[in-house]
Each structure stands twice: as C-alpha cells, then as structure tokens.
C-alpha cells in the first residue's frame, strides 16, 4: 500500500491524473485551473495502462496495470491499494464507469478483448462472456500481439446500450448490458487476417460517441478517420485534409458534436507510431468535412507518439484539452487547441491523462 498522506488535496478543485510507466502522477489545478501544482507520486513501480472514477463518487478510483494489477484509491489518489480482483499477466487496457449503476460498478477491458465488469470498485467481478462467442474472437490478434481494448462506452440514457472498440477486431455493439452483441464496423475497411483461415478484421484505434448526440461517433483507424451519424450503422470516411491516412488520438468538444479533435500518426515499421516532425493536433468544426492544424505552443521537433488515452477534452470555462506524450511532457489548451502550454515533464511515457472538476 502507498502512504502518502503527508500531501494535500482539495477536492473542489481541478484534479489532473497522469497514468505513466513508471506510476501515478497527481497535480492540483489554482483557482484559475489553467496552473497545476504536483501533489504526489504514487504506485511508482507500475506501469500504469489504465485510470478512472465515477463522476458520482470522484474520491474513488481505479487503476489498472500493463501486468494485470488493479489498485483502488478512496482519497482522490493519495493512497492506493491493491484491489480483491487481479488478471495476471493480462494487461488491462481500459476501466470505464457504468453510470447505469450505482456509483463504483465499472467495465475493464483486458488484453486479446476479454470483457469484465466490477460492482464495487473492484472487491468482486465477473467475465461478461458474450463477447467471446461473438464469431471469430479466437483470431483477435495482429502482427503486434492480442487485441488492444481501447473503449468501452456505455451510452447516456440507455441502459444496457454499450459501444466497443477494439484494435485488430472493429466495433461492436451490445443492448442488453453486454450479453450479446453485434458487429457495427459496418463500411470501415477491414484487411485480411495473417492466418489463412481467419476473419477479415477492422483495426480500430479509438472510439468515441458526443454525449449530446448519441447517433454521432467518431472513429480513428489504420486506414482513415470515420464519422458515423446513424448510430454506427454506416461511417463516412472523413479523412481527406489530414497529413497521414493513420489517426490514434481522439477527443470531442463536449458541446458541440461537430466538433473533433484527432492526432494524425506516421505509419512506420516500428510497433509504435512516430510522429517525426512538428507535434500536431487537427481540429474540425464541421464533422471532419475541413481540418486545420493546431500546434502554436507545441514542440516543433517533437520525434515523439501520443497514445491513445493521453489526449482528452474537458469542458472547463469552454472546452480544454490535454495531451501527454511518450517522452513524459504533458500540454494543455484552455481555448480549443488554437494555443498550448507546457504543464508538467514526469521523466516517464505517458500512457494516460484523466481530469476531474
């Protein structure tokens, strides 16, 4: 158990939590919430792959592990424990609340697309199995490992309504809590499996649903950037004004579903992407039919990638925005991305930026 009591935290102001290779980060926002001041360093020895709370219990919160380790703070991120439920040697790709429940039931995506779901923060949880009889999952894996479980939405107001996104597999939709689900990749490319005999597969990088609109997502991809405005039954391949056909990085402006933020990677040979020259964020104010490049206040030389939980909007005074990069430097942008700000370099790849009130 870390002990780190000694720190301060004031839960009524801005919270920003860095998930690292080498642990947890956790600043404190001023009153402006535009400057942050580190608190502490937690669970040091971990590399941390995933990190969330539920918006009605914001003092609780979960954190996954790349070697399958769950930890459990209920003090904002001061002190952290390990939680009853473990996935040894399962990496554990995503955590996500399930607001149609009660405050500390969460979703976990583990690595190869294995599905669990916790009602109490981790004490206990089971396999949601349907997800492993959807045809083909014995083939979800690539030419880079097992299928990365990057998103699980559950949408607003429809209980038991679920949205999946997962690398070298596609999206998947469930309307009844994850018991069963269907195929909603739909008009995304596929590309053929490295076995013979196995599935053509989509390879989805991110996912991402507006909570006003909840017939509008986005979707990057290896082969383009995708709008959907149907409800996943059909995407619209907006990638046309982007500088490569790869996106990773995704984020939304809370307020306006017609507004996109995407990160646009170099496709190389290497298992992770490189973005080589001038680190950029592209933004769209009309659903992707025009991009514009974002990247005053960003490194020019950045030689750098950015994962796919480490950009994030916010809605704060308008709508903020947060990136961390595997070189450890974390920026901010308090109006849309036109301008950015170095907050905080933490010596380790961040693999997840999360932000609270």
């Known amino acids: 158990m870390e002990n780190l009591s000694t720190a301060k935290i004031s839960p009524d102001g801005g919270l920003m939590y860095l998930g690292t290779a080498r642990g947890i980060h956790v600043l404190q926002a001023d009153e402006r919430k535009t400057n942050w001041t580190p608190l502490t360093h937690a669970l040091a020895g971990h590399d941390i792959s995933a990190l969330a709370w539920d918006a009605r219990s914001p003092g609780s919160l979960l954190a996954g592990t790349a ?10 991120g001061l002190n952290w424990e390990p939680a009853a439920l473990s ?16 405050a500390g039931a969460f979703y976990l995506g583990l690595q190869a697309g294995h599905l669990f779901y916790t009602p109490d923060c981790g004490a206990t949880g089971e396999e949601l199995a349907g997800l492993r009889e959807v045809p083909g999952a014995s083939y979800w894996f690539g030419p880079f490992g097992p299928a990365i479980f990057h998103s699980i939405i559950p949408v607003e107001g429809q209980p038991g309504s679920i949205y999946l996104g997962l690398s070298v597999v596609g999206i998947l939709s469930s309307s009844d809590g994850g018991q069963s689900w269907q195929d909603t990749t739909a008009n995304i ?14 390879d989805i990088h991110k996912l ?8 509008r997502l986005y979707a990057t991809t290896h082969y383009g950037t995708f709008r959907s405005d149907d409800g996943a039954k059909s995407w619209e391949n907006i990638t046309a004004g ?52 974002l990247e005053s206040g960003l ?9 796919r939980d480490a950009f994030i909007s916010h809605l ?21 991305g036109d301008n950015w700000q170095s907050v905080v370099e933490v010596g380790a790849s961040v693999r997840v930026v999360r932000v609270s009130a």
């Open 67 to 76: 070697a399958g380790e769950l930890f459990t703070s209920g003090d904002y």
């Open 87 to 102: 996935f040894p040697g399962q990496k554990i790709w995503t955590i996500t609340p399930d607001h149609h429940r009660a």
């Open 189 to 202: 490319p596929r590309v053929p499996h490295e076995l013979p005999e196995g599935p053509a597969l989509a």
């Open 208 to 215: 991402a649903l507006h909570p006003l609109n909840p017939a």
């Open 242 to 293: 982007l500088p490569f056909e790869m996106t990773r990085p995704l984020a939304l402006h809370p307020q306006d579903p017609e507004t996109v933020f995407v990160i646009a990677h170099e496709d190389t040979d290497d298992s992770l992407p490189i973005i080589r020259g001038p680190l950029q964020v592209h933004r769209s104010r009309n659903g992707g039919r025009h991009w514009e490049v």
């Open 299 to 307: 490194p020019q030389q950045a030689n750098c990638a950015i994962l």
């Open 316 to 336: 704060g005074q308008n709508c903020d925005l947060y990136l961390g990069t595997n070189r450890g430097q974390v920026f901010a942008s308090y109006d849309e």
